[in-house]
């Protein structure tokens, strides 16, 4: 057990009369000797500080999730205007051959 202050537990009112009397903890910066009211107010600062982390992240997480939508109807637009502009023919030859489209106007009849 630690050194804390001796309390005779008859005479124990509060919880700020009791004591904690092990290896301090790090993570919340709980002491040897913390009172029970000082544990606490540690405790509730780690978890209010849990949770803005998460709803911090919730919202960044939100906001890359409309910007992946946002980019992907921008792919999908320029998607179609390929297509539009460049419309897939049928070729079924080398790399070094040309594919050859069915169109047989000229470039000013050309949409």
């Known amino acids: ?27 919340t910066g709980v002491a040897t000797c913390n009172d029970v009211n000082t544990i606490l107010t540690k405790f509730n600062d780690v978890i209010c ?7 911090t992240l919730i919202e960044e997480v939100t906001n890359i999730t409309e910007d992946l939508m946002i980019i992907t109807e921008e792919v999908t637009d320029i998607q179609d205007q390929i297509f539009i502009c460049c419309p897939i023919c049928d070729f079924t030859g080398t790399a070094t051959e040309l594919p050859v489209c069915d ?4 470039a000013n009849e050309i949409n």
């Open 1 to 27: 057990m630690a050194n804390c202050p001796q309390i005779d537990n008859k005479t124990i009112k509060g919880t700020s009369v009791v004591s904690y009397d092990s290896t301090p903890l790090p993570c």
């Open 103 to 106: 169109f047989t106007g000229t």
């Open 49 to 55: 500080s849990a949770i803005n982390d998460v709803n």
